[in-house]
């Protein structure tokens, strides 16, 4: 069992508005590319942006997911967001309710071709 694979991942991203904030946390629950996603209440951002400062309302999102997902994750935010350029941002979780951490494996998982699941 490789720890790197079943290590739990909290992914950051920011949408638009509240809509595009859910179709996204809707779909990638769907695909099981995430155990859970929180929608959190909107935000200001500042930032530069090809040389102009910019100040934006976004709705962040808290993805939970594992390592072993990520890829497939992110290319499915890259592929569903409005943005030019999103914010997507991988924070691995050191410790949690281990309970927790193995719902959030057993909800991401994908069984493969062979029919022999991964396990973590």
Do not use: F
Not at 33 to 58: H, K, M
Not at 106 to 112: N, S
Request: proline share 8%; charged share 20%; with cysteine.
């Amino acid at each position: 069992m490789s720890q790197t694979r079943c290590q739990t991942l909290v992914v950051l991203t920011n949408l638009p508005d509240e809509a595009s904030a859910y179709a996204m946390a809707s779909s990638l629950v769907n695909e099981r590319l995430a155990a859970c996603i929180n929608i959190l209440a909107p935000c200001r951002s500042v930032y530069r942006w090809q040389g102009e400062i910019e100040s934006t309302q976004e709705v962040p999102l808290l993805i939970k997911t594992t390592a072993e997902r990520y890829g497939a994750l992110e290319a499915a935010i890259r592929a569903r967001h409005p943005y030019e350029l999103p914010e997507i941002v991988a924070v691995p979780i050191a410790l949690g309710l281990p309970e927790y951490l193995a719902w959030v494996a057993a909800e991401t998982l994908v069984e493969p071709a062979d029919g022999n699941p991964s396990t973590c």
